[in-house]
């Protein structure tokens, strides 16, 4: 029998155990207990953290820092080479279906930079030939001949940060751009790429529900692939959190909501997720992995990753802060923590993604992302189904029109 390896921590060497010499009983509570079983490894994604932005919004509580002194571009693109480098026998032999390229603001990046940090992924990584690359942009950073070239350089979807053509609730949101110039940008993104996404937010600050229906509908006029369609909420450590505004009560942004909804589905755009609506077969692969439990190597200043292995999942943590991410990636420290999601917390990291899929998910798959039986979650899955927020038959679990509206009572109740 070949050994079963299993890995104690990332940083530390495995030891092989053979199963075939340890006694039945021990090993049936060794499985039970201790290592994972997974049939298969699921789908892997890139995600690259880009930390800069032009100007840190009041309710943003992203890994985001202000270019104030500019910042050293091709020093970074290093970093981001090295860390890769070293991550990679974490995934030898895997291939990437989508890679991600957030922030920050990564369009502030210059065109030669963009080319240069997507021939170091393709030269390290095995792309699939079909994969999803994404990059966010925010209007006010866009140039026609960088865009045109990052589109040359292997981007083939814009995620796009609208947030609203109202030039009074953009500055409100401390955006630096205005309706006109969020116009341009869509533009110029319909010229060079065949995919984008729009992020809008609603319940914004003294928003009334016709300025957040004439949002939605400048949106559409303008036929997007992609909508992700975001209630404002006040995060902790923002400073929105520390002087909050005036924004809407419950009730007129659950009249917002539902409008936005009816809209959206007028339109001809599947709700697929609980901010997300997109044209049949437009649907953000990268985010579907997330939610599906798939893995992801997140590289960059603050990126998280998700990684499996046939007997244990673990979660890592990059250095935030982009300076001393970036001396410590040169000594080879470039995790700031790692972790092994034990047997206890997979059913609600499972369920407090694969919940935001409005058809839920097959039940077969609980098991193969997780490596756990389906009963580990039987007494949480009755009880929903009595409360009515959970629908389930022997293919699919998904949550009912009740438990999308309370989802995170859905969410809880398997923690």
Same mark, same amino acid.
């Given at each position: 029998? #070949?050994?079963?390896?299993?890995?104690?921590?990332? %940083?530390?060497?495995?030891?092989?155990?053979?199963?075939?010499?340890?006694?039945?009983?021990?090993?049936? @509570?060794?499985?039970? %207990?201790?290592?994972?079983? /997974?049939?298969? $490894?699921?789908?892997?994604?890139?995600?690259?953290?880009?930390?800069?932005?032009?100007?840190?919004?009041?309710?943003?509580? +992203?890994?985001?820092?202000? &270019?104030?002194?500019? +910042?050293?571009?091709?020093?970074?693109?290093?970093?981001?080479?090295?860390?890769?480098?070293?991550?990679?026998?974490?995934?030898?032999?895997?291939?990437?279906?989508?890679?991600?390229?957030?922030?920050?603001?990564?369009?502030?990046?210059?065109?030669?930079?963009?080319?240069?940090?997507?021939?170091?992924?393709?030269?390290?990584?095995?792309?699939?030939?079909?994969?999803?690359?994404?990059?966010?942009? *925010?209007?006010?950073?866009?140039?026609?001949?960088?865009? !045109?070239?990052?589109?040359?350089? =292997?981007?083939? !979807?814009?995620?796009?940060?609208?947030?609203?053509?109202?030039?009074?609730?953009?500055?409100? /949101? =401390?955006?630096?751009?205005? =309706?006109?110039?969020?116009?341009?940008?869509?533009?110029?993104?319909?010229?060079?790429?065949?995919?984008?996404?729009?992020?809008?937010?609603?319940?914004?600050?003294?928003?009334?529900?016709?300025?957040?229906?004439?949002?939605? @509908?400048?949106?559409?006029?303008?036929?997007?692939?992609?909508?992700?369609?975001?209630?404002?909420?006040?995060?902790? *450590?923002?400073? +929105?959190?520390?002087?909050?505004?005036?924004?809407?009560?419950?009730? /007129?942004?659950?009249?917002?909501?539902?409008?936005?909804?009816?809209?959206?589905?007028?339109?001809?755009?599947?709700?697929?997720?609980?901010?997300?609506?997109?044209?049949?077969?437009?649907?953000?692969?990268?985010?579907?992995?997330?939610?599906?439990?798939?893995?992801?190597?997140?590289?960059?200043?603050?990126?998280?990753?998700?990684?499996?292995?046939?007997?244990?999942?673990?979660?890592?943590?990059?250095?935030?802060?982009?300076?001393?991410?970036?001396?410590?990636? &040169?000594?080879?420290?470039? #995790? @700031?923590?790692?972790?092994?999601?034990?047997?206890?917390?997979?059913?609600?990291?499972?369920?407090?993604?694969?919940?935001?899929?409005?058809?839920?998910?097959?039940?077969?798959?609980?098991?193969? !992302?997780?490596?756990? $039986? /389906?009963? &580990?979650?039987?007494?949480?899955?009755?009880?929903?189904?009595?409360?009515?927020? $959970?629908?389930?038959?022997?293919?699919?679990?998904?949550?009912?029109?009740?438990?999308? !509206?309370?989802? *995170?009572?859905?969410?809880?109740?398997? $923690?």
């Amino acid at each position: 029998m #070949i050994p079963i390896k299993l890995i104690s921590s990332v %940083t530390s060497e495995s030891s092989p155990i053979d199963l075939s010499e340890i006694p039945a009983q021990v090993k049936e @509570q060794f499985l039970r %207990t201790g290592a994972l079983s /997974l049939s298969s $490894l699921p789908p892997l994604a890139l995600y690259i953290h880009f930390p800069w932005c032009v100007k840190k919004c009041p309710y943003c509580d +992203f890994n985001s820092h202000e &270019a104030n002194q500019g +910042f050293d571009e091709f020093a970074y693109l290093a970093a981001l080479r090295q860390d890769l480098e070293q991550a990679l026998p974490l995934i030898w032999g895997r291939k990437i279906y989508s890679v991600f390229i957030g922030g920050g603001t990564p369009s502030l990046m210059s065109a030669k930079g963009l080319d240069q940090l997507m021939s170091d992924v393709r030269s390290l990584l095995q792309l699939d030939g079909a994969a999803e690359v994404t990059m966010e942009a *925010n209007p006010g950073t866009f140039e026609v001949e960088k865009f !045109r070239q990052f589109s040359e350089s =292997g981007i083939n !979807r814009l995620s796009i940060g609208i947030q609203s053509f109202n030039s009074t609730h953009l500055a409100k /949101l =401390g955006r630096i751009h205005n =309706g006109d110039e969020a116009r341009r940008a869509i533009e110029i993104a319909q010229k060079n790429f065949e995919n984008f996404n729009l992020d809008l937010m609603f319940a914004l600050p003294s928003q009334t529900l016709q300025e957040a229906q004439q949002d939605l @509908q400048t949106a559409l006029s303008f036929s997007p692939q992609h909508l992700s369609l975001y209630h404002l909420t006040l995060e902790p *450590n923002t400073l +929105f959190a520390k002087y909050p505004p005036t924004i809407p009560d419950d009730d /007129l942004s659950a009249e917002m909501q539902d409008c936005i909804h009816e809209g959206m589905q007028q339109a001809g755009y599947v709700h697929y997720e609980v901010s997300a609506y997109a044209k049949e077969g437009r649907q953000s692969r990268h985010n579907l992995n997330y939610w599906n439990f798939g893995d992801y190597l997140g590289i960059g200043a603050g990126a998280h990753s998700k990684i499996s292995f046939p007997h244990q999942i673990v979660r890592q943590l990059r250095h935030k802060q982009p300076k001393t991410y970036m001396d410590k990636v &040169a000594v080879g420290l470039h #995790i @700031q923590s790692s972790q092994e999601i034990t047997r206890a917390e997979l059913p609600f990291e499972f369920m407090l993604n694969a919940l935001r899929l409005n058809q839920g998910f097959d039940a077969a798959l609980f098991f193969e !992302r997780t490596g756990l $039986l /389906l009963n &580990a979650i039987e007494k949480p899955l009755q009880e929903a189904e009595q409360r009515g927020l $959970l629908y389930r038959d022997h293919v699919r679990i998904q949550p009912s029109d009740l438990g999308k !509206r309370f989802l *995170n009572d859905l969410q809880q109740m398997f $923690l």
